[in-house]
């Protein structure tokens, strides 16, 4: 399962520094990792990642790939709750909704 993430289009974009900040108040243990094809944010403990688009240590979109069986629970909502204190929203079919 996957969750799509971003800022609105009229959002400043986040400094990386600050999405890990945001994970740590949650107490989760975050990684960010820059491979060829993109950054990564590992969270120490789980097999859950975080695909997350930056420009010189910007971002207003990711991707939460969720590992089968840490798809839901408090797990999920702390990384939900991360990111919402930054402004950022969720996004599928439907459209934009609320972390």
């Known amino acids: 399962m996957e969750t799509l993430l971003k800022l609105s289009d009229t959002s400043?974009?986040?400094n990386l520094t600050e999405v890990l900040a945001s994970l740590k108040k949650e107490h989760l243990d975050p990684r960010l990792e820059s491979k060829a094809w993109g950054d990564w944010?590992?969270?120490d403990?789980?097999?859950?990642?975080i695909s997350i688009e930056s420009?010189?240590?910007?971002?207003s979109?990711?991707?939460?790939?969720?590992?089968?069986?840490?798809?839901?629970?408090?797990f999920v909502l702390c990384i939900h709750r991360a990111f919402a204190r930054l402004g950022w929203h969720g996004v599928d079919d439907d459209g934009e909704f609320p972390l």
């Open 12 to 14: 400043a974009p986040s």
């Open 41 to 43: 944010i590992y969270l």
């Open 45 to 49: 403990g789980y097999r859950t990642v």
């Open 55 to 59: 420009n010189r240590g910007l971002s």
């Open 61 to 74: 979109s990711a991707t939460i790939e969720y590992a089968e069986d840490e798809e839901g629970g408090e």
